[in-house]
Nanobody, 120 residues
């Protein structure tokens, strides 16, 4: 199966920056898309940013211009550079990956989540 390990969360003041990383490992044949979602207390999980194997990106309107998603395909790793952070960015951030296993079965996996807290 596929494991996703996230790192880089923490506490930062408003206006500051953080960089999240997520490394995928396991019986991976191909990863099609990798992305970041977030869930704040009392709210539904929402897409933050996503990147395809071709490098096409998609961002939530609320983070466009402040966050940048990137990917190291050789390392099966995705990054989220978060700048100009706002208190409303506070949430648990989850990594997501979709692709194909070595058995040629499709997979979809989630990381355990990393807390991002932005103080005002």
């Amino acid at each position: 199966q596929v494991q996703l390990v996230e790192s880089g969360g923490g506490l930062v003041q408003a206006g500051g920056s953080l960089r999240l990383s997520c490394a995928a490992s396991g019986s991976i044949f191909k990863i099609s898309t990798m992305g970041w979602y977030r869930q704040a207390p009392g709210k539904r999980r929402e897409l933050v940013a996503q990147i395809t194997s071709r490098g096409n990106t998609n961002y939530a309107d609320s983070v466009t211009g402040r966050f940048t998603i990137s990917r190291d395909t050789a390392k099966n790793t995705v990054y989220l550079q978060m700048n100009s952070l706002k208190p409303e960015d506070t949430a648990v951030y989850y990594c997501n990956a979709n692709g194909v296993l070595n058995t040629l079965q499709d997979f979809g996996s989630w990381g355990q989540g990393t807390q991002v807290t932005v103080s005002s």
